[in-house]
């Protein structure tokens, strides 16, 4: 059963584009929703995160807009860069969990 | 960057061999994590440990098994490698509270 599902599964864009990837959750007891993003040959990294206190948080180009009562929650990647290209992965925890649950990502590729 | 080591980087074995993946942090975190990551499947949870000699089963712990008897090591120990464990494997930690993992460079293993 995949408690958080990502689409799409593969993304392009143009550069200077905006880049939208979705996630729905269904347990209600998720509380943190961390972004990660990863680069070809690394390990994944954090990239945002919100708690369901808040509707939206931004970090330069990067946000996160979340909805409570639909239970889904999206990274916005304004003015998308070819740097950018990577996967992405959303991801839920529980209060007091220390075991996430990942989405199965997105390949994110910002044609120049 | 989280002090993450992980040895091999890389590593081609064959069917029946046994392999042992090693992780080793210097951030003194009480959580760590093996995942493996494999196309579609995203980031999947082999095996988890909540302190020294405290470990617990992911979602995909059939033919792994792990280790933790420092709490800066966390060996994966595949005890007769098959092809379908052809993967890259990640290890992580948690720093601090449950908000945030760190993840290692990764391991890429290659069962013939």
């Known amino acids: 059963q995949q408690q958080v599902k990502q689409s799409p599964q593969s993304l392009i864009v143009q550069k200077g584009g905006i880049s939208i990837i979705n996630c729905a959750y269904e347990?209600?007891?998720?509380?943190?929703f961390p972004w990660y993003q990863q680069f070809p040959g690394k390990g994944p990294a954090l990239l945002i995160a919100?708690?369901?206190?808040?509707s939206e948080k931004k970090e330069g180009r990067f946000t996160i807009s979340f909805n409570k009562s639909a239970k889904q929650f999206s990274l916005h990647i304004m003015d998308s860069q070819p740097g950018d290209s990577a996967t992405y992965f959303c991801?839920?925890?529980?209060?007091?969990?220390?075991?996430?649950?990942f989405g199965r990502g997105t390949s994110l590729i910002v044609h120049p | 960057d989280a002090g993450i080591t992980q040895s091999p980087r890389h590593k081609v074995t064959e069917t029946g061999t046994p392999v042992t993946l090693r992780c080793h942090q210097t951030?003194?975190?009480?959580?760590m994590y093996w995942y493996r990551q494999d196309p579609g499947h995203g980031l999947r949870l082999i095996h988890y440990s909540y302190g020294v000699k405290d470990t617990d089963k992911g979602e995909v712990s059939d033919g792994y098994s792990v280790s933790r008897s420092k709490t800066e090591d966390f060996l994966l120990t595949l005890e007769s490698a098959t092809s379908s464990q052809t993967s890259v494997y990640f290890c992580a930690i948690t720093g601090g509270g449950q908000d945030t993992q760190y993840f290692g460079p990764g391991t890429r293993l290659t069962v013939l």
């Open positions: 991801a839920a925890l529980k209060g007091g969990s220390y075991i996430p649950t």
């Open positions: 347990n209600t007891a998720f509380d943190y």
């Open positions: 919100i708690r369901p206190d808040v």
């Open positions: 951030e003194n975190h009480r959580y």
